[in-house]
T-cell receptor, first 112, second 114 residues
Framework: ELKVEQNPLFLSMQEGKNYTIYCNYSTTSDRLYWYRQDPGKSLESLFVLLSNGAVKQEGRLMASLDTKARLSTLHITAAVHDLSATYFCAVDTQGGSEKLVFGKGTKLTVNP | NAGVMQNPRHLVRRRGQEARLRCSPVKGHSHVYWYRQLPEEGLKFMVYLQKENIIDESGMPKERFSAEFPKEGPSILRIQQVVRGDSAAYFC????????????FGSGTQLSVL
């Protein structure tokens, strides 16, 4: 059974600082997704990583995928308050219905 | 061009009542997924439907839960005889093909069971 673990689960940081969220998964997959969720809202797709070594950047967020280590990272550069949200990684089960298996999420709070 | 529409946004039911959650996918999308989110948890897969067919229901509880996606109209997730443990946010997602790269999520229905 595919398991996805994120850490940390809670992250409080100061504006302007850098930090990395980690996402480990337990079985072979080369498709990983990062989503953002604001309180009471739906999931917004941030990044789709489709191959080993994939790196994508959007603004202050950068995501990478290492399929050999079964690890993805979401790096935050010079955090701002607007980045406060919960971030989820999800892995494709591949084959069949291709349902997503989600991590528990990282609740990020950026303090002024 | 509307996204995935779910209604109601909030639904309150007493124990033993039925809950019906509706999901209208993006126009032209024939693949629908339902996920459930418990407080402080990630989303968990429930069921995958493709117009009129249930493709994968491995995440659905065996009793009281059912889903459909008729030829015309929205997808419905039905929970009979609700219990407090059913309280959660239920999200629907749709895609034009069987591929998560094209997946769009709705805003969810928050079900509260009193």
């Amino acid at each position: 059974e595919l398991k996805v673990e994120q850490n940390p689960l809670f992250l409080s940081m100061q504006e302007g600082k850098n930090y990395t969220i980690y996402c480990n998964y337990s079985t072979t997959s080369d498709r990983l997704y990062w989503y953002r969720q604001d309180p009471g809202k739906s999931l917004e797709s941030l990044f789709v990583l489709l191959s080993n070594g994939a790196v994508k950047q959007e603004g202050r967020l950068m995501a990478s995928l290492d399929t050999k280590a079964r690890l993805s990272t979401l790096h935050i550069t010079a955090a701002v308050h607007d980045l406060s949200a919960t971030y989820f990684c999800a892995v494709d089960t591949q084959g069949g219905s291709e349902k997503l298996v989600f991590g528990k999420g990282t609740k990020l709070t950026v303090n002024p | 061009n509307a996204g995935v529409m779910q209604n109601p946004r909030h639904l309150v039911r007493r124990r033993g009542q039925e809950a019906r959650l509706r999901c209208s996918p993006v126009k032209g999308h024939s693949h629908v997924y339902w996920y459930r989110q418990l407080p402080e948890e990630g989303l968990k897969f429930m069921v995958y439907l493709q117009k009129e067919n249930i493709i994968d229901e491995s995440g659905m509880p065996k009793e009281r839960f059912s889903a459909e996606f008729p030829k015309e109209g929205p997808s419905i997730l039905r929970i009979q005889q609700v219990v407090r443990g059913d309280s959660a946010a239920y999200f629907c997602a749709s895609s034009p093909i069987q591929n998560n790269e094209k997946l769009f999520f709705g805003s969810g229905t928050q079900l509260s069971v009193l």
